[in-house]
């Protein structure tokens, strides 16, 4: 076991072994635990923590960043991706996740950003999504936590330029898993997000499922003009 405490006032942006996964039975650990395979990460300004497996590789990113305050890569399935995103209290001031709605009602919400994220000009393609899950649940430090999951496919046509529809043959882009973890602390929304290819979802689960789990917040003094 091991725990990396990280300061951006005192260390910087440092670089760390990290990954994460996300289950939807049991709460978020305590603040501080760590199992054995993985170790802790603990952003003690921001207020989050993480446990990740020892192997995994990730970066907290430089202020103000475009994927998130924390990334992460499984080395071996590079896919495999997942970030810590944290809302700006200037901009919204959140009391509890509840304030997104019902789970169903902010994993439609989500999962309509990732549309629009994924939007596309090209001729031929398309994407299918679903909604596996959208859970509520209560975590060992009392907050309410959201956990969603859902199944996004790019589908692409092989001769989008073709006349004839039975020459346009549709073929799999990609198809991935997306996990989030979402809660509320310090009038700030945090979010985990995940990314996996479907089909090394199954091998990966157990492993998202341990990562997602440990994800906690904490209270910590922010700036209100951040």
Request: aromatic share 10%.
């Amino acid at each position: 076991m091991c725990s990396v405490g990280l300061s951006r006032r005192n260390v910087g942006h440092g670089v760390f072994g990290a990954v994460l996964m996300m289950g939807p039975t049991q709460p978020p650990r305590v603040w501080g635990a760590s199992i054995s395979g993985y170790r802790m990460i603990v952003d003690r300004d921001d207020g989050y923590e993480f446990s990740v497996p020892v192997e995994y590789i990730s970066l907290i990113a430089p202020a103000n960043p475009p994927l998130g305050d924390a990334y992460f890569r499984d080395p071996a399935v590079l896919d495999l991706i997942g970030f810590v995103a944290i809302s700006s209290p200037s901009s919204s001031r959140f009391r509890s996740v509840e304030d997104l709605g019902s789970p169903e009602e902010a994993a439609r919400r989500r999962l309509d950003q990732y549309n629009v994220e994924f939007m596309t000009t090209r001729l031929g393609v398309r994407r299918t999504e679903n909604i596996l899950s959208a859970e509520r649940r209560t975590g060992v430090d009392g907050r309410v936590y959201y956990v969603f999951e859902y199944n996004i496919k790019s589908i692409a046509d092989t001769n989008e330029m073709a006349v004839s529809p039975s020459l346009r043959v549709p073929t799999i882009e990609w198809d991935r898993r997306y996990i989030e973890v979402a809660t509320v602390a310090n009038k700030r929304l945090y979010e985990m997000r995940i990314q996996c290819p479907e089909r090394a979802y199954a091998a990966q689960a157990p492993r998202i499922q341990q990562i997602a789990d440990s994800f906690g917040v904490r209270d910590v003094e922010i700036d209100d003009n951040e």
